[in-house]
């Protein structure tokens, strides 16, 4: 179930129709995460960013990766521009770990691995990301 229809973000409320189901940043995910065991998937963007939405269509609108988002990990949406508390930690780790950072951010928390924006031409898709992930959650 996506829980962003009623947040006050516009940013959070765009998602509101993805079939990945989000959480907005608090303590419900961080309890579900910890219940089914499985790492946090933190996704911290903003209204204004193109790649944001380039992200959106191509990862979060997409139901097969929807599908791995959703039963690998709990899915945190983040407005940077809401929360820059939030942005701040996230991005000053993802920078510090990978040498750069941007927009949109993912982080696989417990803590795991991060990175700063959609997959450009040559890497690997978001879809590979999260199987990478799980399998190094799960060994």
Not at 17 to 39: F, K, L, M, Q, T
Not at 52 to 57: I, L, N
Not at 77 to 103: C, F, H, N, Q
């Amino acid at each position: 179930m996506n829980r962003l229809g009623s947040e006050s973000s516009p940013y959070l409320r765009q998602h509101a129709d993805n079939p990945v189901h989000w959480y907005p940043w608090g303590e419900e995910a961080r309890a579900a995460a910890i219940e089914r065991d499985v790492p946090i998937l933190l996704s911290v963007g903003y209204s204004a960013c193109h790649w944001c939405h380039v992200m959106a269509h191509e990862s979060f609108e997409d139901s097969n990766i929807a599908a791995q988002m959703n039963a690998g990990f709990v899915n945190v949406k983040v407005d940077r521009e809401e929360r820059p508390d939030v942005d701040s930690i996230y991005m000053d780790a993802v920078t510090a770990l990978t040498g750069r950072g941007g927009w949109p951010m993912t982080v696989f928390c417990h803590p795991m691995v991060g990175r700063s924006t959609a997959a450009p031409t040559g890497q690997i898709d978001h879809g590979e990301v999260c199987r990478h992930s799980l399998r190094y959650w799960t060994q």
